[in-house]
C-alpha cells in the first residue's frame, strides 16, 4: 500500500508537469522514474502480451463436459458394437492429394500444414475419406468399422449452435458388394437407435438418392456438367428460402430460369411410400432410366425400415442433397424437431445431428486399378447434441461427478503423514480408488469438506487410537455415520459399500 | 495375352528404331503408338498417379491393433482414476505463440499450420504446455487431472521402435500449492503402477532435479546463461558415449575441457539414498544453495517411495536431465530394462517409456500477472509399448477378437430376409449385440463360416419350420449344439449363455 502510495503520488506530478507544460525533459526524466517504479512493483508486467485463448472455432472441454463426452460416446459406441462393428484408427492429417478432388465446393475449407520440408500435409476434414484411402491401401474389400474422432474444417463457426472447426464425427459404415439396400438400412436404424438413446427430443431423418436427384436434374434440362454444383445449391434448401437458392442457381450458376423452377417444383416433395409410388409414375421422371433404379431402390429400403418399425420418423425429401461430391445412391440426414427442453432461456438451433450415405465410387478413386467396393455409412455430429446435453445438465440439479474416488484417506491429528501414505498406497494396490489431500498436517475438517466438494462417499480416518487398535475409522460422507473397521477387512467393506466387486 | 503380345512388339519395334537410328519423326510416331495402345489397354492408367500412404511417421491402426490399443488405455484409465484424477481435453492446434519459448531446442519440431489468414497455429507438441495455458485462462489453481490423446513432432521418425511423428501421450498432472514432494511421490507410483500392470517386462525409474544439475553446473563453473543448452547436452547420454557429449559441449558449445570433465565426474553417479548423502556432504556442491535444496528434498522423494514399497525400482541418477526447458524441480523418466519377451525374433529397442517432472513456472508464463501454479506431472509415451504389446501378441497363440457380437441371425432355407431383419432388428432393440449378412439369401454354411471367423459364439437359425413353431433353433458355434428356443425367451437365453445380464 505505502509502496503505491509512492506511486499515485509521481503519477500526480506528471500528470502536473504536463498540465503545467514544464520543459520536455523534466516531464521525460520524471516519466521514466514512474515506470521504473511500475516495473520495480510488477517486475513479470510487460512480458504476457499474447492473447491468452483457444484457436478461433475451438474450445478446452473441462472435466463437467468430458463426463457429458464420455456419456454421449458410450451410448454411441454401445450401438456400434451392437451392430458388430470393429473399430480403426488413421492419423490426423494426410498427404494433401488424398483430400484432393473428394468435397466439391468445401475443398476450400481444408486446413493445409505449412510446407516444412517433405511431404504437403492436410488435416482430416472427414473421416470417409481416410477411411476409404485405408480399404484402399490395405486391399480390403468388405469391413464393418466405426471411427470417432476429430475432423477439421476452416468453416465460420456459431459456436452456441454447436458449429466448430474441430469437431467429433462418429462415423460407422459397411464397405462391400452385398444385396441393395440391405446395409444402407442398417445405417438408418443405428441412427433411429442413437437418437433414441440420446433423448434429446424428436427427431426426422429425411432420405433421398443422388440417382433420383440426377435423373431429376436431366428431366429438368440442368447440363450433365452443372449436375454437381447445383446439387451443392440444392443442399441449402435447409438454411436458405427458395428464392434465395434459385437466385443461386440462375445467377450465380448460369441456369435458365425456367429450369430452375421445374426443379423448384420437385424440390419442394417429401412424404412415404405413396410419394415413391407417384414419382415411379410421374410422366416425366419415369422416363430417366437412373431415376427409376433410385425409386425402385428408395422404396425397397422404406419396406426395409418398415420391418425395423422406425420407417414413421423418416421422411423421403427431395429437397436433400447433401455437400459432398462422393455420394453415388441414397442419402440421409438426421435433424432434430423442437427444443429439446422447455427449461431454457434460449432456444438452441441445431439441425442437423446425422448424416450418410452411399459411396460406390470413393474407394476405386485411391485404388491403382480403379477396383470399386461399395460402401454406405453415417456419420454422427456429436458437437450438437453435446450443446443440447449440456444445457440439459446446467438446467437440471443433477451433481455431475468427474472422478470416480471411493475413499479419501485422512487423519485426525497431525504427524500421521507417513501413515496416510502407507494406507493410501495399500489401498491402490488392491485397487481401490483413493485420494489424499497433499498436505502434511492437514485439518480433519478441510478433509471431509474435500469429500463434499468432490463427491468422495467414505473417508478412512487415521489416529493414534486406531493405529495402536489396528483398526481405520470409516465415515460415510453423507450420513456421517462412522465405524472402526479392522484394518485387515477395509478393502472388502469399501468395495461392500461402494458395489465393486 | 494377345493384347500385351502386340504391345511388345510394338516396344521392340520402338526399340530397334532407337538402335538403329531411325529418322526422328519415324520413333516419335511408333512412340505415340505405343502410348495410345498402352492406355487403351488400361484406360485408369494415369489416374492414380499419387503415393497410397500414410504420412511419414504416421500409421493407421487396424481393428486388432485397436483392441491392443484399448486394453492398454484402459489400464492406464484405471490407474489414473484410481487416484482420483478428472480428465479434460484441448484442441489439437494452439495459438503458435502459445507455445513459443517453451521446448527450447527441441521448437523446431513443431509442425506449423499454413498462414490460410486468420490466426498462426501450431500443433501440439506435447499435454503439458496446453494444460499450462488451460490452467491459466480458467484461472484454475488446483486440480489433478489425465489427458489421453496424440501430440505432433517433426522428428525423424524410427517406427520400429515405436517413434512416430504423431503417437500418444498419457498424462496426469497434479497442480496446487502442495507439501514438498507428496504429489512428486505420486506420480512416480502412478508410473510404477502402470509399467507394473502391463506386464511389458523389468523397468527401472530414474531420478533427478533440475536444481541439483543447475547447482553442478554452477560448482563445475558452467557460466549461467549455458545452464540450459548444456542440459540439452547432457540429456544425449542415454544414445551418446560420454565422448560424443563432451566433445559437443566443447565443440559445440563452446565449454572449456575441464569444466567438461568436471561435469563428467558428477553425471557417472546413480544410486539411491547412500547416494544423496554422499552429495549432500560433497565438498563443492554442499556448498550451492540450490543443489543443496534438491538434494534435501529429493532425500524426502526416497523416504516417501520406500512408504509406498517401490524404492528398489527407482535410481537417483545425476546423468538424468530432460529435453524440455520448463522443469524446474524433480525430473524422471522410466525405461525397460530387457526384451520383454524371448520369442521374439529381434529385440526391441524400446528405451524410454514414461517420463516427467515439476514445473512450477510454466503456468505463470500465461498468467497476465505472472502468477504461479505449482504443477507436477507424468506422460506415458504409449507407443513403445503398443509395439511390444503387438508384438507378443503376434507371438502368442491367443486369438485377438475385434468385435463382441454375441449372435449371428441366420436362415437355413431362401427368402427369409425379412425375417431375419425381424428378428436381429428385436434382438438390438433389446439390447443384444447381434449381426447378420447382407444377403437376400445367404447359404447356411457361409453364416456358420462367418460366425467361426469373427469368433461369434451363438447362431439363431430361422427356418419355415421354426417360423411355424413359434421358435428359434440357437447353435453353440464351438460345440455345434443345437436347441429350440420360444422366440419369447430367446433373449433371455442369449444373455444367459454369453453372460451378460
Redesign the interface.
Known amino acids: 500500500m505505502a509502496e503505491e502510495d509512492v506511486l499515485r503520488k509521481q503519477a500526480d506530478m506528471v500528470r502536473r508537469l504536463k498540465q503545467e507544460k514544464a520543459s520536455s525533459e523534466e516531464i521525460t526524466k520524471q516519466v521514466s522514474k514512474l515506470l521504473e517504479m511500475k516495473s520495480a512493483m510488477?517486475p513479470?508486467?510487460g512480458?504476457?502480451k499474447?492473447?491468452?485463448?483457444?484457436?478461433?472455432g475451438?474450445?478446452?472441454?473441462?472435466?463437467k463436459q468430458?463426463a457429458i463426452?464420455e456419456k454421449v460416446f458410450n451410448i454411441i459406441i454401445q450401438c456400434f458394437?451392437?451392430?458388430?462393428?470393429?473399430?480403426?484408427?488413421?492419423?490426423?492429417?494426410?498427404?494433401k492429394?488424398?483430400l484432393t478432388g473428394k468435397y466439391g465446393e468445401d475443398s476450400k475449407l481444408i486446413?493445409?500444414?505449412?510446407?516444412?520440408g517433405?511431404?504437403l500435409?492436410s488435416?482430416r476434414y472427414d473421416l470417409t475419406v481416410p477411411f476409404a484411402?485405408?480399404l484402399?491401401?490395405?486391399k480390403i474389400t468388405n469391413i464393418k468399422?466405426y471411427q470417432i474422432a476429430?475432423v477439421?474444417r476452416?468453416d465460420n463457426p456459431a459456436m452456441t449452435k454447436g458449429r466448430y472447426r474441430?469437431f467429433y464425427q462418429c462415423d460407422f459404415d459397411?464397405a462391400?458388394h452385398?444385396?441393395i439396400m440391405?446395409?444402407d438400412?442398417?445405417c438408418l436404424?443405428i441412427v433411429h437407435?442413437i437418437l433414441c438413446a440420446l433423448q434429446i427430443g424428436d427427431f426426422l431423418i429425411k432420405v433421398n438418392d443422388r440417382r433420383i436427384l440426377d435423373g431429376m436434374f436431366a428431366v429438368c434440362g440442368v447440363p450433365d456438367i452443372k449436375f454437381r454444383t447445383i446439387c451443392s445449391t440444392v443442399d441449402k434448401l435447409d438454411k436458405m428460402a427458395w428464392e434465395d437458392v434459385k437466385n443461386e442457381m440462375v445467377g450465380e450458376k448460369g441456369l435458365a430460369p425456367e429450369i430452375a423452377d421445374h426443379i423448384g417444383g420437385y424440390v419442394r416433395l417429401h412424404g412415404g411410400l405413396s410419394l415413391i409410388e407417384q414419382l415411379l409414375q410421374d410422366p416425366k421422371l419415369s422416363q430417366n432410366k437412373l431415376a427409376q433404379e433410385g425409386l425402385e431402390e428408395v422404396k425397397q429400403l422404406f419396406k426395409?425400415l418398415d420391418?425395423?418399425?422406425i420407417s414413421d420418423q423418416i421422411s423421403f425429401d427431395l429437397s436433400l442433397a447433401r455437400g459432398l461430391d462422393y455420394y453415388t445412391g441414397v442419402i440421409y440426414e438426421a435433424i432434430l424437431l423442437q427444443e429439446p427442453n422447455d427449461h431454457m432461456e434460449e432456444s438452441v438451433g441445431v439441425g442437423s445431428v446425422a448424416g450418410g450415405g452411399r459411396y460406390d465410387g470413393l474407394v476405386g478413386?485411391?485404388?491403382?486399378?480403379?477396383r470399386k467396393v461399395p460402401c454406405v455409412g453415417v456419420s454422427i455430429g456429436i458437437e450438437r447434441v453435446f450443446s443440447i446435453m449440456e444445457q440439459k445438465m446446467e438446467a437440471s440439479e443433477e451433481k455431475i461427478l468427474?472422478?470416480?474416488?471411493q475413499v479419501l484417506v485422512a487423519s485426525a491429528q497431525k504427524k500421521l503423514?507417513?501413515e496416510r501414505?502407507?494406507l493410501v498406497?495399500e489401498l491402490?494396490?488392491s485397487?481401490?480408488?483413493?485420494?489424499?489431500l497433499?498436505?502434511?498436517n492437514p485439518k480433519l475438517l478441510n478433509q471431509l469438506q474435500y469429500c463434499e466438494e468432490?463427491g468422495i462417499p467414505l473417508v478412512a480416518i487415521l489416529g493414534e487410537q486406531e493405529l495402536k487398535d489396528g483398526v481405520v475409522k470409516l465415515r460415510d460422507v453423507v450420513t456421517r455415520e462412522e465405524v472402526d473397521i479392522c484394518r485387515r477387512k477395509l478393502v472388502e467393506e469399501i468395495k461392500r459399500r461402494t458395489h465393486i466387486l
Chains 1, 2 share one sequence.
Open positions: 510488477h513479470e508486467e512480458k504476457h499474447f492473447v491468452l485463448k483457444t484457436p478461433k475451438t474450445r478446452d472441454y473441462n472435466p468430458m463426452r458394437k451392437r451392430h458388430g462393428a470393429e473399430t480403426i484408427d488413421t492419423p490426423v492429417f494426410e498427404l492429394e488424398t486446413y493445409d500444414l505449412k510446407d516444412q517433405g511431404e500435409l488435416l484411402r485405408y484402399a491401401m490395405n468399422r476429430k477439421y476452416r474441430e459397411i462391400g452385398y444385396d440391405i446395409p438400412a442398417e436404424k437407435e426395409y420391418l425395423f418399425g478413386m485411391f485404388d491403382p486399378k480403379g468427474t472422478t470416480e474416488t503423514l507417513e501414505l502407507k498406497s491402490w494396490d485397487g481401490i480408488k483413493a485420494e489424499i497433499y498436505k502434511k468432490t
